[in-house]
């Protein structure tokens, strides 16, 4: 980001919540950079960019696709980029129908069961079909359950094979280049004021900003955070970001780029190494029953042998998984123990599996290093659904309101739930702070850095690793004994991890395990394309092979400035392969020069016929720029030496998207689930895959134009403050940081408080359809009312780092049971980021009143488990 | 002169041989790319185990809910929210000292486009003991608790204050204060307080930053600087913090931004410059800081040959008196 010459925020508010990765933002200011923020309120990120601008919570597909449409129709785009590492020029088949021609929908829509079919999305092949998926590849409803947008974090999704028809003219009517042109013809910068809320100034002027500072001199970088993940359509923000970037000449260059600003230290590693349902390490998709029931469905539905890139040796990552989970258990004739895996039978997101606590069809719930009786949507669910479980363990720094809902939480005091009635038997084991383990932290730049042990955790507080590993332990004493062939998972694990000075297991053995090894003698892998499928290796994670070559501990280099060079290649380790920036052959151009001498950062030299330059390259070394090889060879073999994109299926940057995402090929704008605004661009009003829970206990507000809208008529948006962190478990038990931030507030625009009779300094109670919470109130410009369509469009702004309980130094109700649960299709995250309620003054009724207020409110606004459910506005216009 | 008023070598003047004699130490920070975290506060706090603050309770200022320096705060961030009129205005008065002469040294000038964001501006500030040249606190203090550092900061021992509070007075930038028991100044009112506080050391005895002394003797940077993310809080030596704040300044001003002015970087003011400049886009007051800080002794002189004349007048009164009575 510091080699930035322009650096738009939007989706986040860096400096806030990641206020020390903001240095590079600083610095990229310090060297005359434009910072751009774009984002519903004016926030402390706001404070020190060049520029804020205010926009409408969820409409930023419009804003962003307004810039696409502007660079496309004034041939601003980075021409050369965009034909030679873009599929910009590829032909889609001729089954692909737009939301252009459908009111809003994407053709191969299913309105019974909400899910879109992709195949008429495909690449047009040469014989005039499409390029289709290997076999075994899911789409629809299956891939949506299992969140299979979310298998892409390491690469793209497979394609049969590279055999695409590309028209470099971009003149084809079937080219993605037209498809985009005409795609977001209608995103103008009117479209931009009446839906954005910005006006035609501000748009010219990021868009000029934009412009100005892309292209082979300069680089425009992105920042995002939740703002962009946290709504139905959130994976599609990201993805018109994407488009942008990529038309701009913006991917794999210095100071260019998207980047996710993740919530805590090392979320990037916890979906590498994943705490999500659907993946296995390395994004290595879960397998699914009746889709991958044999060892080689599930290897060929991940990537085929014939396309392009490094996915097509996706067997070799998959059999030394095996072998590091499984060692001499996993061999040829038992498939490498791929039986020992559990199979997926459909969605296990937590927010199913609160569903299914509620019916009673869970025992057990480790909670550990979250807070969900206060970080979760719709808080008064996740309670509710904690108090049928048999057993519950929470781990944790501090006794969290997830410990503590059965006795303190806001359930007791409405009355609603009982201690006595409550069968739970509640666990709590203390847990060690970072500063107390070892381990790695892996960012947002996918670098890991290894944290060194400062002290021993006091009493009995424990790492996840002891913790774990002595379960583990337990379990499988427990087991010795056992013949039953459903223990032999469980008993044939690697669990050898050699004890450290006090006797827990070394964390270096956990990452020299997840590194690789050659099997017969422990030698470390140095990189992931020395992984076999024949069972000669074994490594926990391929993307992260190479973090401990040469039996090192890379991930703890530590040299000041990270040595010398831009790419700072001497601090830590980045996945994969140390590579600092990805796809960076795009930094050369199509014959291998730098784009300029000022954006030089890797290129081709002829005479040495290597690619060279200030970082690992990302694509085969010795590969000359002009080679052309058939692609049908597959593998890195099939790249072209103008291929950057590497783990794309056909070496691509991605503007169209095929298949991957299981909501539509191209974003495109519909409204928050909750909107008091009408979809201007289309009929459809919300998006048509959201996933849904309808339930009494989640209940939706009426959209705009639907009878009661006006019953909740703001709009809200949740987030963080520096001064805290998330649900509050390590902010709100520290004095140093209670104080700075004491009590629940909302922020509110003066003329909403002239609205609402709301005082600075006052009390404000904010109901939804889920709950009603109480909060101090802050009027200030830092909040605009909008003018949307002609009408003022009010937001409140709420922090969510208070919960209802009396452990901590400070108190307060939680923003997040206001919220709704529905869901992205590709990820199963919720939409947090936007929704309905209505303010009045003074503090919220107390008891079983407090329910009566939020019924009151269901009541005259008419809502039921039905309202908001309905995925398609107007069957008639949208072509079914 | 020096000891009482304009520029002087304070260490010196603190009669530190030259071998115990460091170059004086000192802050700046750079308001204009604070952003607010108050991770200075926190790390002040931890490093110098300083209880808790305030009642818990939202003051409704902006985001600031440690309101002011004080016992228990040696840090304390401000957060100022502007519309239009007060950045003209602030324009209007930086273009002021601007054209007074203000130093412009070394103004790299790429991007000559005016400063956008005019609509409205949220200001935050990092505010700190000044360790002045001329201290006011240890120039009024009766038991030598406030001592003037070899590195020429100003810190109090707490070990022999006896809390008379002539120091808190004496302060011109009402920075130092005493840590209370709970009845003169309710900053801590024990067992009326949400959560658990943190034992409270060293009440009734004054307190303020001591620009970590127990950090500078091991050649440690304090823990607001060591800690700040944007670099918004500078330390080094007073000479080069001063010189970059200059720089910093003369930076803004060709980008534009006249309200950019210096604090405390007058060795000509009334307290003779302070150890902790700062750089700010509005007027002192506007961010809580008093426009002309005047040291009490600054005046001493004055006020000795005024009492002299007095004293001679009188004594000639006297005499008249009992001459003309004889």
């Given at each position: 980001m510091a080699n930035a010459d322009c650096i738009i925020l939007m989706g986040g508010n860096m400096a806030e919540a990641h206020p020390v990765g903001f240095q590079w933002v600083s610095e990229a200011l310090a060297k005359g950079a434009k910072v751009i923020h774009v984002d519903p309120r004016f926030t402390r990120t706001s404070a020190v960019a060049t520029k804020h601008v205010a926009i409408r919570a969820g409409s930023d597909v419009v804003f962003l696709g307004g810039l696409i449409n502007h660079m496309l129709s004034n041939d601003l785009?980075?021409?050369?980029?965009?034909?030679?590492?873009?599929?910009?020029?590829?032909?889609?088949?001729?089954?692909?129908?737009?939301?252009?021609?459908?009111?809003?929908?994407?053709?191969?829509?299913?309105?019974?069961?909400?899910?879109?079919?992709?195949?008429?999305?495909?690449?047009?092949?040469?014989?005039?079909?499409?390029?289709?998926?290997?076999?075994?590849?899911?789409?629809?409803?299956?891939?949506?359950?299992?969140?299979?947008?979310?298998e892409h974090g390491s690469g793209g999704p497979a394609l049969e094979h590279a055999g695409v028809v590309r028209d470099e003219t971009l003149t084809h009517p079937r080219s993605v280049f037209q498809i985009l042109k005409r795609h977001y013809a209608r995103y103008t910068p009117e479209m931009v004021r009446d839906m954005c809320g910005i006006s035609l100034d501000d748009f010219a002027y990021v868009a000029h900003a934009i412009a100005a500072n892309s292209g082979r001199e300069r680089t425009?970088?992105?920042?995002?955070?939740?703002?962009?993940?946290?709504?139905?359509?959130?994976?599609?923000?990201?993805?018109?970001?994407?488009?942008?970037?990529?038309?701009?000449?913006?991917?794999?260059?210095?100071?260019?780029?998207?980047?996710?600003?993740?919530?805590?230290?090392?979320?990037?590693?916890?979906?590498?190494?994943?705490?999500?349902?659907?993946?296995?390490?390395?994004?290595?998709p879960m397998p699914s029953?009746?889709?991958?029931?044999?060892?080689?469905?599930?290897?060929?539905?991940?990537?085929?042998?014939?396309?392009?890139?490094?996915?097509?040796?996706?067997?070799?990552?998959?059999?030394?998984?095996?072998?590091?989970?499984?060692?001499?258990?996993?061999?040829?004739?038992?498939?490498?123990?791929?039986?020992?895996?559990?199979?997926?039978?459909?969605?296990?997101?937590?927010?199913q599996t609160t569903c299914e606590m509620l019916d009673g069809k869970v025992d057990g719930y480790f909670v550990l290093g979250q807070n969900p009786a206060v970080g979760s949507a719709n808080g008064r669910q996740q309670r509710m659904a904690m108090a049928q479980l048999k057993w519950l363990v929470v781990r944790d720094l501090n006794m969290i309101e997830s410990a503590t809902w059965w006795k303190d939480g806001p359930e007791i005091a409405s009355g609603e739930l009982r201690t006595e009635d409550i069968a739970t038997e509640v666990f709590f084991m203390p847990a060690a702070t970072h500063v107390e383990k070892a381990g790695s932290f892996t960012q947002t730049q996918r670098m890991l850095q290894w944290r060194h042990q400062a002290v021993q955790p006091p009493g009995q507080a424990q790492s996840e690793l002891d913790f774990f590993h002595e379960l583990g332990v337990r379990i499988r004493a427990r087991l010795a004994d056992s013949t039953d062939p459903r223990d032999r998972p469980l008993l044939d694990l690697t669990w050898d991890y050699p004890p450290d000075a006090h006797g827990n297991p070394d964390p270096q053995a956990v990452l020299a395990e997840i590194n690789g090894y050659v099997v017969a003698d422990r030698t470390p892998l140095s990189a992931y394309t020395e992984m076999k499928a024949d069972g000669t290796t074994a490594g926990g994670c391929w993307i992260y092979t190479g973090v401990y070559a040469d039996g090192h501990n890379q991930a703890a280099r530590r040299v000041p400035q990270g040595g010398g060079g831009v790419s700072q290649s001497q601090w830590g380790w980045v996945w994969p392969a140390d590579r600092r920036v990805l796809y960076n052959r795009a930094s050369a151009d199509r014959d291998g020069n730098p784009w300029s001498e000022r954006k030089k950062y890797l290129w081709w030299d002829a005479e040495a016929g290597r690619w060279v330059g200030d970082d690992v390259p990302d694509f085969p070394v010795d590969k000359d720029p002009h080679a052309r090889p058939d692609p049908s060879l597959g593998g890195a073999e099939g790249l072209a030496g103008d291929d950057p994109f590497i783990m794309q299926a056909d070496g691509k940057g991605w503007l169209y998207t095929p298949k991957g995402l299981v909501d539509g090929p191209l974003p495109t704008h519909y409204?928050?689930?909750?909107?008091?605004?009408?979809?201007?661009?289309?009929?459809?009003?919300?998006?048509?895959?959201?996933?849904?829970l309808p339930r009494a206990d989640n209940m939706e507000a009426p959209s705009a134009g639907q009878p009661g809208a006006d019953v909740y008529p703001f709009v809200f948006t949740t987030y963080r403050?520096?001064?805290?962190?998330?649900?509050?478990?390590?902010?709100?038990?520290?004095?140093?940081?209670?104080?700075?931030?004491?009590?629940?507030?909302?922020?509110?625009?003066?003329?909403?408080?002239?609205?609402?009779?709301?005082?600075?300094?006052?009390?404000?109670?904010?109901?939804?359809?889920?709950a009603a919470i109480e909060a101090r109130v802050l009027v200030t410009d830092r909040v605009k009312s909008l003018t949307i369509n002609g009408r003022e469009v009010q937001q409140v702004g709420l922090p969510y780092h208070w919960g209802v309980g009396s452990d901590a130094v400070v108190t307060g109700d939680a923003a997040n049971d206001l919220l709704g649960v529905m869901l992205d299709p590709n990820t199963q995250i919720q939409e947090s980021k936007v929704a309905s309620c209505d303010v009045i003054a003074g503090r919220r009724p107390q008891g079983a009143d407090l329910q009566r207020l939020v019924a009151s409110y269901q009541e005259r606004a008419g809502v039921s488990v039905t309202t908001g459910t309905q995925l398609v506005t107007d069957p008639e216009k949208e072509g079914l | 002169m020096g000891q009482l008023s304009g520029p002087t070598d304070p260490t010196a003047d603190a009669a530190w041989t030259p071998e115990h004699t460091h170059p004086r130490k000192g802050f700046f920070t750079d308001t204009s790319?604070?952003?607010?975290?108050?991770?200075?506060?926190?790390?002040?706090?931890?490093?110098?185990?300083?209880?808790?603050?305030?009642?818990?309770?939202?003051?409704?200022m902006s985001y600031d809910n440690t309101v002011s320096l004080g016992a228990s705060t040696w840090r304390h961030v401000a957060f100022v929210e502007q519309g239009r009129e007060q950045i003209a205005a602030a324009r209007t008065s930086g273009q002021a000292l601007v054209s007074l002469g203000m130093p412009t040294i070394g103004a790299p000038a790429p991007d000559l486009s005016p400063p956008e964001t005019p609509e409205f501006r949220w200001l935050m500030a990092s505010d700190v003991c000044k360790h002045c040249t001329h201290a006011g606190c240890l120039d009024v203090c009766p038991t030598g608790a406030l001592f003037r550092t070899e590195f020429g900061t100003v810190v109090i021992q707490p070990d022999v204050c006896n809390g008379c509070g002539t120091c808190v007075a004496g302060c011109p930038f009402g920075v130092v204060e005493r840590r209370s028991d709970g009845t003169a100044a309710p900053t801590y009112r024990e067992g009326h307080r949400k959560g658990e506080q943190p034992p409270v050391p060293k009440r009734g005895v004054a307190q303020k930053c001591t620009l970590c002394y127990d950090r500078l003797v091991d050649d440690e940077t304090p823990a607001c600087a060591q800690t700040c993310p944007t670099t918004s809080i500078k330390f080094g030596d007073h000479a080069t913090m001063v010189e970059t704040a200059r720089e910093r300044v003369a930076e803004l001003h060709a980008q534009g931004m006249t309200e950019a002015r210096l604090y405390g970087a007058n060795e000509l003011d009334g307290v003779g410059g302070t150890g902790a400049v700062f750089l700010l886009l509005d007027e002192p007051e506007v961010y809580g800081l008093p426009p002309d800080p005047r040291v009490c002794t600054a005046d001493l002189m004055t006020m000795y040959k005024r009492a002299g004349v007095a004293m001679a007048g009188m004594v000639a009164a006297a005499a008249v008196a009992f001459w003309r009575g004889r």
């Open positions: 785009y980075f021409h050369d980029y965009v034909v030679a590492f873009t599929n910009a020029a590829t032909l889609v088949n001729e089954d692909f129908r737009d939301t252009e021609d459908l009111g809003g929908l994407f053709s191969g829509f299913d309105p019974e069961t909400g899910k879109y079919d992709n195949s008429s999305w495909a690449y047009a092949d040469p014989t005039g079909g499409g390029v289709a998926a290997p076999a075994g590849d899911e789409h629809g409803a299956s891939a949506s359950a299992r969140a299979a947008g979310d425009t970088c992105f920042g995002y955070a939740t703002g962009w993940t946290q709504h139905t359509l959130g994976a599609q923000f990201i993805r018109t970001a994407a488009i942008l970037q990529l038309l701009m000449g913006n991917v794999g260059r210095p100071g260019s780029g998207i980047m996710a600003l993740r919530g805590h230290a090392s979320i990037q590693g916890s979906t590498d190494i994943p705490t999500l349902f659907n993946l296995l390490p390395g994004y290595l029953v009746g889709v991958h029931d044999t060892y080689a469905d599930y290897i060929g539905a991940i990537a085929s042998k014939q396309q392009k890139g490094f996915w097509a040796y996706a067997e070799n990552y998959v059999v030394s998984l095996l072998k590091a989970w499984w060692g001499d258990a996993a061999t040829a004739d038992n498939d490498w123990a791929f039986d020992y895996l559990p199979r997926l039978s459909g969605a296990h997101g937590t927010y409204e928050a689930a909750e909107s008091p605004v009408r979809n201007a661009l289309y009929p459809q009003q919300q998006a048509p895959a959201r996933v849904l403050l520096t001064e805290h962190h998330t649900a509050g478990g390590m902010s709100r038990w520290s004095p140093y940081l209670a104080e700075l931030q004491p009590e629940m507030f909302c922020e509110v625009s003066p003329q909403l408080a002239a609205e609402r009779g709301l005082e600075n300094g006052g009390w404000a109670t904010i109901i939804s359809p889920r | 790319i604070c952003i607010g975290c108050k991770a200075c506060e926190v790390a002040c706090k931890e490093w110098n185990q300083n209880p808790r603050d305030g009642d818990l309770e939202l003051t409704g």
